[in-house]
DNA sequence: ATGGTAGGGGTCCTA
């Protein structure tokens, strides 16, 4: 089985480009991230025309996170056991609804995520994304202490570089969101709860990257930040036997901000 | 030299 996760920046506007890939890269399941639109709104029918289902959960009017499958989509669930407990401020709440979405496709449990992007370090939307990452960590955690046998797939845009190697620049972002010590902390104890980073091992870095801005020609001069994640269960992490970011996505007019990252699992 | 670009929704906000 192939499974992908890939911010691709508004479906509407990509939605080409995305099922070609599809196609083309022969994916099983895909978790997108910032679909900009309602679930109404969703274009399923390119996804049906290629025998993907598809599950899309729209939030705070912008924005959404879907779930594609060819290997079948069942159990689906929105937030973390259904509860959405990890919100505090009235000025982030709306933002708060369901980053994360789930589903069983082929007997594994994918989970598309977008963690709160936390804007700047003096913005309550720093502090609710920490607690968010915290709501995510305990939760996923349990999972794992009920049934240490699950194949678990947390996927999806992490909004956060994890060491020095995954920025072009530590200057660059010297005081901004995305590096500091406490989302580094946050992101590490995901791990340590027991979800390992699948890709890692088939990218090394430094200077390999998943997310290049649009400005400043930032692509083109390989100044990049590693911020997608496919991060697995220890039964979802011990099928694996491939991984990749595949960076020629990124190329050409009409490219997501993101690349795709996928990974390949035995039967 | 706090610029630059892309997207959505509407005459600006978010990333």
Redesign the pocket.
């Known amino acids: 089985m192939r499974l992908a996760t890939w911010?691709v920046?508004?479906?509407?506007?990509?939605v080409d480009r995305v099922t070609d890939w599809l196609e083309r890269a022969d994916v099983d399941v895909l978790a997108m991230q910032?679909t900009?639109?309602?679930d109404e709104?969703f274009p399923t029918m390119p996804f049906a025309a290629l025998g993907y289902d598809v599950v899309h959960c729209g939030f705070n009017?912008?924005?959404g996170v879907a779930i594609a499958s060819r290997v079948g989509i069942d159990d689906v669930a929105v937030g973390f056991d259904g509860q959405p407990t990890w919100s505090s401020d009235d000025a982030v709440e709306a933002?708060a609804e369901a980053r994360a979405l789930g589903a069983t496709c082929g007997g594994v449990r994918v989970w598309s995520l977008y963690v709160?992007?936390g804007?700047t370090v003096d913005s309550p939307?720093y502090a609710y994304k920490l607690e968010w990452l915290a709501a995510l960590r305990d939760t996923a955690g349990r999972w794992l202490a009920d049934d240490p046998a699950a194949p678990i797939a947390m996927v999806g845009?992490w909004?956060i570089a994890p060491t020095d190697d995954d920025v072009w620049s530590v200057e660059a972002y010297q005081d901004s969101t995305h590096v500091t010590p406490p989302e580094r902390d946050a992101f590490a104890a995901v791990v340590d709860a027991g979800y390992a980073d699948v890709v890692r091992p088939f990218a090394p870095g430094p200077g390999v990257f998943t997310y290049w801005?649009?400005?400043?020609l930032a692509f083109q001069k390989r100044r990049g930040m590693r911020i997608d994640f496919i991060l697995g269960s220890p039964a979802f992490t011990d099928r694996v036997t491939h991984a990749e970011i595949v960076r020629e996505e990124r190329k050409g007019?009409?490219a997501?901000?993101h690349a795709p990252v996928l990974a390949d699992l035995a039967d």
């Open positions: 911010n920046n508004s479906i509407r506007a990509r910032e900009k639109c309602s709104q009017q912008w924005n933002a709160p992007n804007r939307h845009d909004n801005d649009y400005t400043r007019k009409g997501s901000d």
